[in-house]
């Protein structure tokens, strides 16, 4: 399955939702999160981070717009908030094949509307809608083969 939506109800969902795809998040993953001011996008990357195993941040020295987690394993995990950036130079200026090319890292960028320039052909795409004050819907797009299996997962785990 290549798209899937979901609804949570509360903020502990959307992060536990974070947590299930952090438990699956892989080195070379990219995963883009989008949707309006306070829709949720920090919620979800916190769970995404604490299922991924993120047990401290670095903040990187090089690069401004980037948070960087490491595990136990020594993986890291880059959380960009692209919010701030405001032009063609500000994207470069987050290197992101650079971040990618990271054989023991993974990505995701809040805000990933703002770099569309910069973003590879595959990643996950994550869009959050409001529906009220306390429900919102997550939309999953797998655009590539290896985001797939991700969503056929938690297809599985809501069965
Ligand atoms: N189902 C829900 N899932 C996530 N957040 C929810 C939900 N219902 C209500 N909320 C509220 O929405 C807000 C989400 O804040 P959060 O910082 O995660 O959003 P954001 O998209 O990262 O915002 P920003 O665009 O400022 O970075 C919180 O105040 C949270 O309590
Ligand atoms: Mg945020």
């Given amino acids: 399955m290549f798209a899937l939506d979901?609804?949570?109800?509360?903020?502990?969902?959307t992060?536990?939702?974070?947590?299930?795809?952090?438990?699956?998040t892989r080195e070379g993953d990219l995963i883009c999160l989008c949707g309006e001011l306070g829709v949720g996008k920090t919620t979800l990357a916190s769970g995404i981070g604490n299922g991924?195993?993120?047990?401290?941040?670095?903040?990187?020295?090089?690069?401004v717009f980037v948070n960087e987690y490491s595990d136990s394993r020594g993986r890291r995990l880059y959380h960009i908030?692209?919010?701030?950036?405001?032009?063609?130079?500000?994207?470069?200026?987050?290197?992101?094949?650079?971040l990618l090319n990271d054989p023991h890292g993974a990505v995701m960028i809040e805000w990933?509307?703002?770099?569309?320039?910069?973003?590879?052909?595959?990643?996950?795409?994550?869009?959050?809608?409001?529906?009220?004050d306390q429900t919102r819907q997550v939309?999953?797009?797998?655009?590539?083969?290896?985001?797939?299996?991700?969503?056929?997962?938690?297809?599985?785990?809501d069965t």
Avoid: C
């Fill in 139 to 157: 939309k999953l797009e797998a655009r590539g083969e290896q985001y797939k299996k991700v969503v056929d997962s938690l297809v599985l785990r």
């Fill in 15 to 24: 992060y536990q939702l974070g947590q299930q795809l952090g438990a699956m």
């Fill in 6 to 13: 979901v609804i949570t109800h509360s903020p502990a969902q």
């Fill in 112 to 132: 990933a509307e703002r770099v569309q320039d910069v973003l590879p052909n595959e990643y996950l795409q994550i869009d959050l809608v409001a529906v009220d």
């Fill in 52 to 63: 991924w195993g993120a047990r401290e941040i670095v903040n990187s020295p090089t690069f």
């Fill in 81 to 98: 908030d692209a919010y701030r950036l405001r032009d063609a130079a500000d994207s470069q200026s987050i290197a992101l094949d650079d």
